[in-house]
């Protein structure tokens, strides 16, 4: 396979399109990260990440232990959940989680008994620099990484590039480019050795021969702890690249082409380019995982807003209710409007504060009426373009737009639907306040829905096909049966039929004759008879004899 050679470059490109946003990060750095209390009643959904939900080994009443594995992934796409605490599980059952629908999911809710008591979990590596990359993939599947982006997907699957590719670059992901969203700087500042740890790991496992830290150029006391850190480590083949401030310049393959001016095709993986991305808090967790033997019950998440008293970074327990973050942030003010999971621009509307953290939650947004203003009426697309303009994946918008408003969904695809990011560009700016994500998410799910449709009426179609194909054969053994029995009908004697049935007799008298000739054959087997049976058998002979030359 040809090697491919990928370089980074000398200076960042800026990303196309992209909007110029108002930080609004400092308000949640004035203080250090800091752990939230544990809750005393922790609800853990069993779906948490992309793929398969994963299946509940703890029952009603069973006592669990902090990093205890309570739910097991059941297939490649999916991962394990673990204990947050020690305690006893009280439910399993439906639950509202973090959705924007404000639907139910399956949780364990555990009561926390306060002693926090681990579990041995077996996690940790002895000399994980030098161990298989199998089993580095197999520790971190256990640990129940995934994403802390925000996306969520099984970090051991992105770690497993396949044998057919070879990963040149491994980008590490710290460019926090969404408004008020801080969590990766603080954790950086905080954590740097374990964020430089768990890069390492990374580079080892995936055998990438460069590693670049792409982080946003108004990160400078993150970017001063990462350079010190990586000294200290004496780390000087990971180098650290400052990207220019533009949202969404944290998007994988935005920052990939600002790095290293490189494009993931279209439906394309940047492991097709030799690429693996990676973000910050993902290698965090694998350091703690692989080196301290903690798997992932807990996370930074950035509480902020002007809904909030004292915003802030805490490390937040998984199953955590919101309200209870809210509170360790100092509670509401008298200006919160909405509660959002993640940032202004990409975030979801929370129904209820009661909702569990998880793991992809980075941000509770407590935002006002000013920071995030009730949508205002849509009108009529004058076509201006500005929305063109904006779009960082290079798409048309308008056109995904009119398509999914008249739900061509066959049409829409043709304009590459989903190499879009959702990441609001195109809503921000539109002057008709078009919704248009909602657009773009709305043709999204009905074109995975028809898909599922497809595949449940092909199985069909294959099962009635494998009945017919089964009932067929089975007809035609049937008859196969009745043929041979016919066969054998037809070679017996008609009846009425005088000579077929002298025939008949004479041999069942030739088989009779047979039989008695066998019989007296093993008569006169004089070795095996008595002095006595041989004189009874001569007597017999003798009158036999005698018998028949009278009737002579």
């Not at 396949?162 to 990963?167: A, T």
């Not at 809904?307 to 942030?329: F, H, K, Q, S, Y």
């Not at 940032?343 to 009426?369: E, F, H, Q, Y």
């Not at 194909?469 to 066969?487: C, G, T, V």
């Amino acid at each position: 396979m040809r090697r491919l050679m990928v370089s980074i470059l000398e200076q960042p490109l800026k990303i196309p399109g992209g909007l110029s946003l108002a930080s609004n990060k400092a308000q949640s750095l004035r203080e250090p990260l800091r752990q939230a209390p544990i809750p005393e009643r922790l609800i853990v959904p069993l779906s948490q990440h992309i793929g398969e939900a994963a299946e509940a080994l703890v029952g009603v009443g069973d006592k669990v232990l902090k990093g205890q594995v309570i739910a097991r992934s059941l297939n490649y796409i999916s991962a394990p959940v673990h204990a947050p605490t020690s305690g006893t599980v009280t439910d399993i059952g439906e639950y509202p989680v973090p959705h924007p629908s404000g639907l139910k999911g399956v949780c364990i809710v555990i009561h926390a008994d306060g002693h926090d008591t681990s579990a041995a979990t077996g996690l940790a590596m002895d000399n994980v620099f030098a161990a298989d990359a199998a089993d580095i993939r197999q520790r971190v599947r256990e640990a129940g990484i995934v994403g802390l982006g925000g996306a969520g997907f099984p970090t051991a699957v992105k770690l497993n590039p396949g044998p057919q590719r070879q990963v040149e670059l491994l980008v590490i992901n710290a460019a926090e480019c969404e408004p008020y969203i801080s969590c990766d700087e603080a954790l950086i500042c905080c954590c740097t050795q374990d964020v430089i740890d768990g890069v390492r790991i990374m580079q080892h496992a995936l055998g990438a021969t460069q590693v670049v830290i792409g982080i946003e150029d108004n990160m400078p006391r993150a970017i001063e702890c990462l350079r010190d850190g990586l000294a200290r480590a004496g780390s000087h083949d990971i180098r650290i690249v400052p990207v220019p401030t533009t949202y969404p310049a944290g998007g994988e393959k935005q920052l990939i082409y600002a790095l290293t001016g490189e494009e993931v095709p279209s439906q394309g993986l940047p492991a097709d380019l030799g690429i693996v991305c990676h973000n910050v808090g993902t290698a965090a967790a694998i350091a703690r995982a692989l080196l301290r033997g903690e798997p992932l019950i807990s996370r930074v998440v950035t509480v902020t807003g002007a809904g909030v008293r004292n915003p802030c970074n805490l490390e937040v327990r998984i199953g955590t209710p919101m309200a209870e973050i809210i509170e360790a942030a100092g509670g509401y003010t008298d200006q919160v409007s909405r509660l959002l999971m993640g940032g202004p621009m990409m975030g979801i509307s929370m129904p209820s504060d009661r909702v569990p953290v998880i793991k992809t939650t980075n941000c509770l947004l407590i935002a006002s009426r000013e920071e995030a203003p009730p949508p205002l009426p849509a009108s009529a697309c004058i076509r201006c373009g500005q929305c063109t303009d904006v779009c960082p994946a290079r798409l048309l918008p308008q056109q995904l737009y009119w398509h999914a408003h008249a739900r061509e969904f066959d049409k829409i695809q043709d304009y590459s639907l989903f190499d879009c990011i959702e990441c609001g560009c195109c809503a921000q700016v539109c002057p008709c306040h078009i919704p248009l994500v909602q657009y773009y998410r709305f043709a999204k799910t009905e074109i995975w829905d028809q898909e599922r449709q497809r595949q449940k009426a092909d199985l069909a179609r294959q099962r009635h096909e494998f009945r017919l194909e089964r009932l067929e054969k089975e007809k035609k053994a049937l008859e196969e049966r009745r043929a041979h029995a016919r066969k054998g009908l037809e070679k017996r004697p008609k009846a009425g039929d005088a000579d077929a049935k002298k025939a008949e007799i004479a041999a069942a008298l030739e088989r009779v004759k047979a039989k008695k000739a066998s019989q007296d054959a093993a008569a006169r087997n004089i070795d095996q008879l008595t002095p006595e049976q041989q004189a009874r058998i001569a007597e017999v002979d003798a009158r036999r004899s005698g018998d028949g030359t009278a009737g002579r």
